[in-house]
């Protein structure tokens, strides 16, 4: 069995990642890696660098599957949505998610979720309403992040009381 990273950040997330994409996929395979997430924040403009990245590696008989996904900024938007279906989507603090495309119908709703928290609920940064993630679930992982993620934080918030 090999290990896979499902949190990889590239050139792509500002202030958090500097490795460009073909070093990062040439390493990966190097250490044994038969597959590696790119997790940039809340973008997903490496898609087709990795893509290209991948195929240059197969193309010399070194196989690695690109899993597609992004780290997200995620609110609870419970109690926040107005009889118009309208979010207050400034309410509340963000905490990290991880998406991750299972399926080509994920990578599509990945995509869409993307849109949205850039087009629709975008404040200091793309964030995204639990109840859109819902609305667009089908064909994603969903994972905790880091330490600014949901299920960090409530452990760090319980130890420190």
């Known amino acids: 069995m090999a290990f896979c990273h499902l949190h990889t950040h590239t050139e792509y997330s500002l202030l958090d990642g500097a490795a460009s994409i073909p070093k990062i996929i040439t390493?990966?395979?190097?250490?044994g890696m038969t597959s590696l997430a790119i997790t940039d924040h809340g973008v997903v403009q490496s898609f087709p660098d990795a893509a290209k990245a991948a195929k240059k590696l197969k193309d010399k008989g070194k196989d690695i599957k690109v899993i597609y996904g992004i780290e997200g900024y995620v609110?609870?938007?419970?109690?926040?949505?107005?009889?118009?279906?309208?979010?207050?989507?400034?309410?509340?603090?963000?905490?990290?998610?991880?998406?991750?495309?299972?399926?080509?119908?994920?990578?599509?709703?990945?995509?869409?979720?993307?849109?949205?928290?850039?087009?629709?609920?975008?404040?200091?940064?793309p964030r995204l309403p639990k109840s859109?993630?819902?609305?667009?679930?089908?064909?994603?992982?969903?994972?905790?992040?880091?330490?600014?993620?949901?299920?960090?934080?409530?452990?760090y918030k319980q130890k420190s009381h």
């Open 27 to 31: 390493k990966a395979k190097e250490l």
């Open 75 to 125: 609110f609870d938007d419970e109690g926040l949505i107005d009889e118009d279906g309208n979010i207050d989507y400034k309410a509340r603090p963000t905490n990290h998610i991880i998406l991750l495309a299972a399926t080509q119908e994920g990578l599509k709703n990945i995509y869409k979720l993307v849109s949205y928290s850039h087009l629709n609920y975008f404040y200091k940064r």
């Open 132 to 155: 859109v993630i819902a609305a667009h679930r089908e064909g994603i992982i969903i994972g905790s992040a880091c330490e600014a993620g949901e299920v960090y934080q409530a452990f």
